[in-house]
């Protein structure tokens, strides 16, 4: 609450302000405002809410019609998502009832033992979920490292063309996933990086590069050069200031730009349909083609779902302060 | 300080030091330049020459150069032509809605409340998601049976309702419905982007022009338009700039809520890109010189981007 607060100068208490605070009209439309922004964010929250409770409904309430807002919870959306399960003979299905009633199963077994099946493995899913991790995560640390190396670079140093350079580097942004894709595809599959780990993760240290120097640059032009430059004077080399002054100073920044560059490498879709298929596919495209086998499987899509929802929504929270600098490259700072 | 002052040490380690700065300098830069070398120039400069001939990545050829004739077929392709018209109404649309309905939003929540921080952070949370989630959860909303939309807009029988993605109204087909149902997904999910920069152009207005307009006894409305909007106006510009180049690469959506259906309503023109290079006969050729036209109309809507963003960051 208080980001939106501290957001531009402190404005001086005025006379109008007093005003607004007692004349009733002006009150009435103050209470009429905020009634409309309250419903426009719980219309805009709508979605997100279905999509939650959709997550521990069974497959009949599910495509029920009209859709059932009160309804039995269940997880057996998040069983279907994260088990292959096969059809139990009706023998293993009494051993497995009995040991159900004496406790020996878990929870995930019980609920599969519900429509008559037992659990035999994790689903894809789960490599899927695994992929999207490693991805994301060593993409995210690398273009940190390297995008915090520049950004102090282009911060402190004259650099010959410096603005050419920056301009080039967001411009690299800019380009659309698809077009960048092709030749992409063939470079990858020439050099035996197509659908694989370190592919993946250096096309989105890549592609994160460009915003987080960006980024990264805006917070590190805001820290006074003057600390560096007593602590040079005092006999530290370059390095050491850098590392002993800039860097702790510049902590805010960094965990911004980590979590900003987590959520696009997580949230990827585009260059993860085209340039994997089964080794580094990761989350996003398989929760998409879910859709396509079969029955459709809404329960287990939206437990898939609120497991991507879940993340985005806290760190949105946390982030708050930081969203409009994150979503201009720095450039907007206030 | 009696060290920095003496002159002949002080010389010798500030030249010391200033090459070990340039090293570092370098040392610091090249890594970022050179990945970004590789994995984005190289590649973009491989995909020119790509586009001179006619290649495909599953015929086992190797590429044969036929000059512009790949341009010639799509500038002369009058479906490609329809596909571009499509992008373009969708991009239209949707930018348009966003930024009227950001910049209301912008205004309603200019006055703090009790309460406004939190409400503002959750009108924020789609911007937030990924697309594909947030492409699949409104193909559920969507179903014309079991979906919320069509129950909470009162359509109870399913044969009389519209079938939003499938551009159909009640068994009639309905040209643009399926378009029109996308670009609502689109403005739902940005429109908390536009609200967020007009929101920092409004709390930079000083008060001050506020205070002189009301000495001189200026109505509200004559303040929104001599004030308030010319203030804002190059915060709403950038947004709508960002917002048009993000709706001519738009692919995530669009695959996943309708995949370009039905028919071709709503084949975006990444879309039929991606189908061209990845599916079917792979005509990568053909695809890599249809990526070139699609990347100059956004490097011209970006030049633009970016030549506002560095004046504002020249006055901030």
């Keep these: 609450m208080a980001a939106f607060e501290e957001i531009g100068p402190r404005v001086p208490v005025v006379e109008s302000t007093r005003v607004d605070k007692v004349n009733p009209r002006a009150r009435l439309f103050g209470a009429i405002r905020a009634t409309l922004v309250v419903i426009v964010a719980i219309v805009a929250l709508i979605p997100v809410l279905v999509m939650g409770i959709t997550a521990f409904k069974i497959r009949a309430d599910v495509v029920a019609s009209p859709p059932k807002i009160l309804f039995d919870p269940t997880l057996e959306g998040f069983v279907y998502l994260l088990t292959e399960r096969a059809l139990a003979s009706q023998a293993r299905l009494q051993e497995l009832q009995q040991q159900a009633q004496t406790g020996e199963v878990g929870l995930f077994e019980r609920i599969a033992l519900q429509s008559g099946q037992e659990i035999t493995g994790p689903s894809d899913y789960v490599f899927r979920l695994r992929n999207s991790l490693i991805i994301a995560g060593l993409s995210t640390i690398a273009s940190v490292v390297l995008g915090l190396f520049s950004a102090y670079a282009f911060s402190r140093f004259n650099i010959a063309g410096k603005n050419d350079l920056l301009f080039f580097i967001l411009s690299t942004r800019m380009l659309p996933a698809v077009v960048v894709t092709i030749p992409l595809f063939l470079m990858y599959r020439q050099l035996g990086l197509h659908d694989t780990h370190f592919g993946m993760i250096l096309l989105y240290t890549v592609f994160n590069l460009s915003f987080s120097v960006w980024l990264l640059k805006g917070f590190i032009d805001e820290i006074p050069r003057e600390y560096e430059e007593a602590a040079l004077v005092d006999g530290y080399t370059r390095w050491q200031a850098f590392y002993k002054i800039v860097l702790p100073q510049a902590v805010t920044g960094i965990a911004a730009t980590t979590v900003f560059c987590l959520i696009f490498a997580w949230n990827e879709y585009a260059f993860a349909l085209m340039l994997t298929s089964e080794e580094a596919r990761t989350a996003p495209p398989s929760i998409a083609t879910m859709l396509g086998r079969g029955g459709i499987e809404w329960s287990a899509i939206a437990a898939g779902t609120l497991g991507f929802l879940i993340p985005v929504v806290i760190i949105t929270f946390a982030l708050r302060r930081y969203l409009l600098r994150g979503i201009t490259f720095g450039a907007i700072r206030r | ?146 979906g919320f939309v069509n129950f909470l807009l009162g359509f109870s029988n399913p044969s009389l309702a519209p ?51 009301a000495i001189d006894r200026a109505s509200s409305w004559v303040q929104f338009w001599r004030i308030t909007l010319p203030q804002v106006a190059p915060l709403l510009l950038i947004a709508g700039l960002f917002r048009t180049i993000e709706a001519v690469k738009s692919f995530d959506l669009v695959m996943v809520m309708t995949g370009g259906g039905p028919g071709d309503q709503t084949e975006l023109i990444a879309v039929n890109l991606y189908r061209q290079a990845f599916q079917g006969q792979f005509q990568t050729g053909r695809a890599s010189a249809l990526a070139y036209i699609i990347l100059i109309i956004i490097i011209a809507v970006s030049n633009l981007y970016i030549k506002y963003l560095n004046q504002i960051r020249g006055e901030g």
């Design chain 2, 1 to 146: 300080m009696a060290q920095v002052t003496a002159p002949p040490r002080a010389g010798g380690q500030a030249q010391r030091r200033h090459l070990s700065d340039r090293a570092l300098m370098h040392l610091f830069i090249w890594p970022t330049l050179i990945l970004l070398i590789a994995v984005n120039v190289f590649p973009l400069f491989y995909s020119l020459y790509l586009s001179f001939t006619n290649y495909s990545a599953i015929a086992g050829k190797p590429p044969v150069w036929i000059a512009f004739k790949n341009f010639s077929n799509i500038l002369n392709d009058e479906q490609l032509w329809q596909y571009f018209a499509t992008t373009g109404r969708y991009a239209l649309l949707s930018v348009s809605l966003q930024t009227v309905l950001g910049f209301s939003l912008a205004m309603l929540i200019r006055q703090k409340f009790r309460g406004s921080g939190l409400v503002t952070t959750l009108i924020l949370v789609p911007m937030m998601l990924s697309p594909v989630v947030v492409g699949l959860f409104w193909k559920l909303m969507y179903d014309p049976s079991f």
């Design chain 2, 163 to 213: 079938e939003w993605l499938g551009s159909r109204w009640a068994g009639e087909p309905v040209p643009g419905l399926a378009l029109l149902s996308v670009v609502i997904v689109d403005v739902w999910m940005w429109s908390p982007f536009v609200m967020l920069l007009v929101l920092s152009g409004l709390n930079a207005i000083p008060d001050y022009l506020y205070e002189a307009a």
